[in-house]
Structures are given as structure tokens and as C-alpha cells.
């Protein structure tokens, strides 16, 4: 009976580090996730001044810096469970840093998210494109330098689209609006035409 108590405890003890080690890992790509993308979105504001024909920007990324303590504060906290080391005032200790984390977390959202950045890429001459900005809650925010970039015919094609002022800035170039229009609409109606084949 206490051998198959022992085998018991030792096959739990294994699942129990299997999901530490599973969890840690997913915490740690969303951390480097998360770098790199607010990496790439403090880029991106950088380089505004190089007249970009778009830009990609988001009023919740940079805000996520404050989010990345609670996240290793997790990974940490998981991994001294599953060592026993866990003790109240390290409980309460992390606790407090990841309230603290999501106040800041809020109070940036609303100083970057609902003052900054919108009147930071309006001040530079950028106009948030709707069509252009994929629908999901972090998806990154389409920001054009000529509103005739952003027409409600590229909804469907934005990736297309963007691919397509990609190649036209790496030419040095900058497309005129009916030189925009005439190709967006092109794009669109040839999505139009691959779904009528479905």
C-alpha cells in the first residue's frame, strides 16, 4: 500500500513540474511576444519623421510594459510553488506588485491609449485608417499619411494593400490618390473575383 501511495506522490509531483514547465514556456513567449512587438512600436513612432507612406501603431502595446512584471511575477511564483519555497510574505509581496502593475497598467492605457498617441500621429500628419486595421482587440492600428490610402475598398485586401505601400516606400516613392485608388479598387475587385470561384 505505501508503494503505490509513493508511486501516487511521484506521478503527481511529475504532472504537477510537466504544467510548471508548460506554463513557464507560454509565459515566457508572451513576455518576448510582447518586447518584441512594443519593440517594434516605439520603432515605429521613431521613424515618423521619415515620412513613412503608414504606420502601424496601437494604443494598447506600450501600456503592456506595465503588464510584464505580473507576467514574471507569475512565471517566478509558479515556479517556487512547485519547489515548496512559496512562503506568505512572498505571496503577499507578489500580489501587491501585480495590483500595482495593473494600475499602472490602466493609468497608461488611458494617458497613452486616450491622449497620446492620437494626437501624436494627427500632429505629424497621420489619420487612424479603419479599413486598414484588422478587426481583433490587439491587432495593431493602421495609421495613413494620405487619407486616399485608406479606402473602405481596402477592408478585404489590407494586407495587400499594405504590401503594396511596402514596395512603393522601399521605391521612394509616393503614390498620388487617384494612383492609390485605381490600384486599391484593382486589389479589391480581384478578391471579389476569388470568391465568386468558391
Known amino acids: ?9 511521484t506521478q503527481q509531483k511529475k504532472s504537477g513540474w510537466l504544467s510548471t514547465i508548460f506554463l513557464v514556456f507560454i509565459f515566457s513567449a508572451v513576455i518576448v511576444y510582447l518586447l518584441l512587438e512594443i519593440t517594434f512600436s516605439v520603432k515605429q513612432l521613431v521613424s ?18 506595465f503588464l ?44 497613452y ?10 500632429n505629424h500628419g497621420y489619420s487612424y485608417c479603419n479599413p486598414l486595421t484588422s478587426v481583433s482587440v490587439l491587432s495593431p492600428e493602421i495609421w ?8 473602405e475598398d481596402s477592408r478585404n485586401v489590407s494586407g495587400e494593400v499594405q504590401d503594396w505601400l511596402d514596395a512603393k516606400m522601399a521605391a521612394g516613392e509616393r503614390p498620388t490618390a487617384e494612383e492609390a485608388e485605381q490600384h486599391i479598387k484593382q486589389l479589391a475587385q480581384a478578391y471579389q473575383a476569388r470568391l465568386k470561384r468558391f
Not at 1 to 9: E, F, K, R, S, Y
Not at 113 to 122: E, K, P, Q, R
Request: hydrophobic share 50%.
Open 1 to 9: 500500500m505505501t508503494c503505490i501511495n509513493t508511486d501516487i506522490v
Open 144 to 151: 495613413v499619411s494620405d487619407p486616399a490610402y485608406c479606402l
Open 68 to 111: 510584464i512584471p505580473s507576467v514574471l511575477l507569475l512565471t517566478v511564483g509558479l515556479i517556487m510553488v512547485e519547489l515548496q519555497k512559496m512562503t506568505t510574505e512572498l505571496y503577499n509581496l507578489s500580489y501587491k506588485l501585480i495590483f500595482t502593475s495593473l494600475i499602472a497598467f490602466i493609468l497608461a492605457r488611458i494617458l
Open 48 to 65: 515618423i519623421d521619415e515620412a513613412p507612406l503608414y504606420l502601424v501603431g496601437s494604443h494598447n502595446l506600450i501600456p503592456l510594459v
Open 113 to 122: 491609449g486616450g491622449f497620446f498617441i492620437d494626437s501624436y500621429m494627427s
